[in-house]
């Protein structure tokens, strides 16, 4: 009955009938799961945290008022926020496994061996990743994991788009700087989009 009904108007009728959440919830678990699983590395915990997630949001849903961006940003957000209570809470920091990263997916408009590389660098890419700021690390995750837009993500961590993408260069900088150190005397990484190497 909803899974033919675009977003906004799938919104809009969520504020009046239980139902259509419902459909929102099946739309969005997924992703919401992947976000929190990322940040949390802990899937009990994640999905405690993403009910939850809906739960706010079936009960602030009649207020949201969309402002251009993705239904998915105004979720993003309160996942966000969870998160970080969770980690105030628990005193406890973001630590990605190897198994994350293997998961991660590079741009498909890149040549294909960029992935083979990047996986053979995984465990080193790890390391380096494991001692950025959450921030960092959260931005990371929705880019290579959620494929979120600059503009998307700024919406989601409350910045401009402009500052995500200065943020997502240094990052990348920091990482790729910090791996070609790793890999002394091996040759530096190519498939780093930035800096030495191609060129985007």
């Given at each position: 009955m909803?899974?033919?009904?675009?977003?906004?108007?799938?919104?809009e009728l969520a504020k009046v009938d239980v139902d259509?959440?419902?459909?929102?919830?099946?739309?969005?678990y997924d992703r919401m799961y992947n976000y929190v699983y990322y940040r949390t590395s802990n899937h009990n915990d994640a999905e405690d945290i993403v009910e939850r997630v809906f739960e706010r949001a079936f009960k602030h849903i009649g207020r949201y008022e969309n402002k251009g961006y993705p239904f998915s940003a105004w979720l993003y957000r309160i996942a966000r926020n969870l998160v970080a209570n969770w980690h105030r809470d628990n005193s406890r920091r973001t630590i990605l496994s190897l198994d994350d990263i293997t998961r991660w997916q590079v741009d498909p408009r890149d040549p294909p061996d960029?992935?083979?590389?990047?996986?053979?660098?995984?465990?080193?890419?790890?390391?380096?990743?494991?001692?950025?700021?959450?921030?960092?690390?959260?931005?990371?995750?929705l880019k290579f994991v959620e494929h979120e837009s600059n503009a998307n993500i700024g919406q989601i961590m409350g910045r401009s788009e402009g500052a995500i993408k200065s943020l997502y260069h240094r990052t990348l900088r920091a990482l790729r700087d910090e791996v070609d150190e790793l890999l002394k005397p091996e040759k530096p990484l190519s498939w780093w989009p930035l800096g030495r190497g191609r060129k985007r």
């Open positions: 909803y899974k033919d009904i675009d977003e906004d108007n799938l919104v259509a959440f419902g459909e929102i919830y099946l739309r969005y960029i992935a083979t590389e990047l996986l053979e660098h995984r465990e080193l890419l790890l390391e380096a990743i494991q001692r950025l700021p959450a921030d960092r690390q959260e931005l990371l995750i």
